[in-house]
């Protein structure tokens, strides 16, 4: 998960891109999580504030998301 978010928030190396490109072809769990987190932060970027989002206003909004569908 830490990858993942290395990778989405564009601060990965060129070694982790590819090492996470080859493994994403290999887990489908990974993928799925990385395909939803982008969608998620491409929607709040659109939505929600106009501009590049920080790692910890994502998580803050997925967890307000996530505790609002629990409820």
């Known amino acids: ?3 993942l978010q290395t990778i989405l928030d564009g601060a990965a190396t060129q070694e982790q891109k ?5 493994h994403m072809d290999r887990c489908m ?3 799925k999580t990385y395909e939803v987190d982008i969608a998620i932060k491409d929607m709040l970027k659109r939505k929600c504030c106009g501009e590049e989002i920080s790692r910890e206003m994502v998580e803050e909004l997925k967890d307000m998301i ?3 569908i629990a409820s």
């Open 1 to 3: 998960m830490q990858m």
């Open 18 to 22: 590819e090492y996470f490109t080859s």
């Open 29 to 31: 769990p990974c993928f």
């Open 66 to 68: 996530k505790n609002k």
